[in-house]
């Protein structure tokens, strides 16, 4: 079957970095997706990976190893309005997203 | 900016009733999504429609039906709500390209609907 982990909660300071990891077993891979959801409201782009590495776009950074299954998105200098859910999605190889559960992250002062 | 919109924030209906579910899209997508979002659990997609009058099953299309007579209007249909329907519903939209630029495969989602079924 297919499959996508991230942790359910997680809690960071504000003003430090945290890192949420998300692994997957997938049939097939077209890229993974990572999205931003504040309570109550949309899911939010946020990034995207297709190639192994690092992307960054500004506080944000998404990094993907397709051979080790694993991506992390990567915040820095960490705002309290950066309390949300971080979803992770995968496209396989019919080009179908499967999303993970979603990681709480809740910033304290 | 793109824009999704959904046509009720929230709903309670009772249990046996016929619920619809209205969802717009102003950007001109192909692509239209139905998910619903419950705790602890991923986005589970219900039926997509790449088309007008196209639809296509998604992982739990049981009990759910959907419309799509306009490009930019795609309905949910709840034809007899039950209690395990309660959730919070969202509808995205999407270009969509294989092998495209990254922002063709980006959805975009309306605020949801959240569904009580009684």
């Known amino acids: 079957g297919q499959n996508i982990d991230q942790p359910t909660e997680m809690t960071a300071t504000e003003g430090a970095i945290v890192q949420i990891n998300c692994t997957y077993q997938?049939?097939?891979?077209?890229?993974l997706f990572w999205y931003q959801q504040h309570a109550g409201e949309a899911p939010t782009f946020l990034s995207y990976?297709?190639l192994d590495g690092l992307e960054e776009k500004g506080r944000f950074s998404s990094f993907l190893s397709r051979s080790k299954g694993y991506s992390y998105l990567l915040l820095k200098e960490l705002q309290m309005k950066d309390s949300a859910s971080y979803l992770c999605?995968?496209?396989?190889?019919?080009?179908?997203?499967?999303w993970g559960a979603g990681t709480k992250l809740i910033i304290k002062p | 900016d793109v824009k999704v919109t959904q046509s009720s924030r929230y709903l309670v209906k009772r249990t046996g009733e016929k619920v619809f579910l209205e969802c717009v899209q102003d950007?001109?997508?192909?692509?239209m999504f139905w998910y619903r979002q419950d705790p602890g659990l991923g986005l589970r997609l219900i039926y997509f429609?790449?088309?007008?009058?196209?639809?296509e099953k998604g992982d739990i299309p049981e009990g759910y039906s959907v419309s799509r007579e306009k490009k930019e209007r795609f309905s949910l249909i709840l034809e007899s709500a039950s209690t395990n329907q309660t959730s919070m519903y969202l509808c995205?939209?999407?270009?969509?390209?294989?092998?495209?630029?990254?922002?063709?495969?980006?959805?975009?989602f309306g605020a949801g609907s959240r569904l009580t079924v009684l």
């Open positions: 990976n297709v």
């Open positions: 429609s790449y088309d007008v009058k196209m639809k």
């Open positions: 995205a939209s999407s270009l969509f390209e294989i092998g495209g630029a990254v922002g063709a495969n980006v959805l975009t």
């Open positions: 999605a995968v496209m396989d190889s019919n080009y179908q997203l499967i």
């Open positions: 950007m001109d997508h192909e692509n």
């Open positions: 997938t049939s097939g891979f077209n890229g």
